[in-house]
């Protein structure tokens, strides 16, 4: 690729959630996967974490961090599906 969309202001930071790290979250939040925002594999955005992480599976977890004006930062996860 020649331009990395998460280089970009508007786009929010991008992390994969390591798998022993989501049931601790699922847990926290009190919520099932099936019950978060999608994120699609052909979003650009898993691409470029594609190269920074090796394939990312259907069912992963990719936690948002977002900037506001009002709470300074806010985390959002959602779940990769397939196309």
Known sequence: MKFNV???E???EHYLV???EEEEI???YNVKKENL???RKSDPVLRILERKYGHIPVGSLIKIVRK???AGRIVVYRVVIRD
Do not use: G
């Open 26 to 28: 699922l847990k926290k």
């Open 68 to 70: 506001s004006p009002t």
């Open 37 to 39: 925002p999608k994120i």
């Open 18 to 20: 390591p798998a022993e």
């Open 10 to 12: 508007l786009v929010p």
């Open 6 to 8: 998460l280089e970009h």
